[in-house]
């Protein structure tokens, strides 16, 4: 195991430093969302609601939501002033009996190691509380947010288990429950009866997570079986590319405008401009195709374009000759 925080459990005059690992793990299933054609992994990015643009991390902040819907965006700065804790103290606050704490207060569970030099009263501790049958109300601070604690002793070892605040606990409230009424001395009898029937004592070895042997069994039997996807490699920044490109064109566009050239995408129209009318229609690309061989003639401006007639007349002369040779 790797220790996640490091800190020191003080009780009176008596300071022990201690190491945390967490004592539990999520063995839970994680399915992953693919395309079903390919197996492609599906992924998802982050747009602002308001103008449907897509929002980089560093633009993003944290908000809190009102009552009424209405919206406060809180800055670095604002969170800095909050109270916050950045001790590495474990600090006790009171020895109560293990009967007073409600289960569904508990929440997270880490297992707590003493430093070599700290052995001895780390030791004390765990004897003191076994001996007592007490467990040990803390405070601590994890990820800067202090919360409360207890310490118990678990196989020789010393858990350290967060809790729920008081107020986070909901009030159970079922109409329904009172209205049922109480039970008939028949029914108690016979409740009595199925609990002795299915009275024993809890083993964890009698129960397992039969769902995730069931997924494990089905996903090794396709892979025997060849029924894999291989997708192609993740274009992450794909999108970031795309808009990149469609950045430089335009600013290639913004550059040929500047100098006084045509852009890229109104080049045939302009072309067809400085003809003569009339001519036809093969003149036209021919003149286009001349113009376009031609790079000093196409960087003058419209207006020189316009004043000499000679260029249009000459084609328009040429055209004849032209369609003799492709017959």
Not at 57 to 77: H, Q, S
Not at 247 to 263: D, I, M, T, Y
């Amino acid at each position: 195991m790797r220790a996640i925080w490091k800190g020191a459990v003080s009780f009176g005059l008596v300071n022990v430093p201690v190491r945390l690992y967490s004592a539990t793990e999520n063995h839970d299933v994680q399915f992953r969302q693919v395309h079903a054609a390919d197996g492609g992994r599906i992924r998802y990015k982050r747009f602002c609601s308001v103008d449907g643009q897509e929002v980089s991390y560093d633009d993003i902040a944290k908000g809190y939501e009102t009552e009424d819907g209405e919206m406060v965006v809180l800055t670095d700065e604002d969170l800095a002033e909050l109270p916050t804790r950045s001790s590495k103290e474990i600090a006790v606050e009171k020895f109560v009996p293990e009967e007073q704490i409600d289960p569904m207060l508990l929440e997270k569970s880490y297992y707590l190691e003493p430093d070599k030099a700290a052995t001895k009263p780390y030791v004390l501790l765990r004897e003191a509380l076994e001996v007592e049958g007490r467990v040990a109300i803390v405070t601590v601070s994890i990820r800067t947010r202090m919360t409360m604690a207890v310490l118990r002793v678990r196989d020789g070892v010393i858990v350290m288990q967060t809790m729920l605040w008081p107020d986070e606990i909901r009030s159970p409230d079922f109409a329904g429950l009172d209205e049922a009424g109480e039970a008939s001395e028949k029914e108690m009898a016979m409740a009595r009866v199925l609990i002795d029937e299915l009275a024993g004592e809890y083993d964890a070895s009698d129960y397992e997570d039969d769902y995730a042997a069931a997924v494990q069994a089905l996903v090794r039997a396709k892979v025997e079986g060849g029924e894999v996807e291989k997708p192609a490699e993740d274009e992450e920044d794909s999108g970031e590319v795309v808009d990149l490109l469609a950045a430089l064109a335009k600013s290639v566009e913004k550059a040929k405008a500047a100098r006084g050239e045509a852009p890229s995408g109104s080049s045939s129209s302009s072309e067809e401009t400085t003809s003569t009318k009339g001519t036809t229609s093969s003149t036209t690309k021919k003149s286009a195709t001349k113009s376009s061989a031609k790079k000093s003639t196409a960087k003058k401006t419209t207006a020189k374009k316009t004043t000499k007639k000679a260029p249009a007349t000459k084609s328009t002369k040429k055209a004849p000759a032209t369609k003799k040779k492709a017959s």
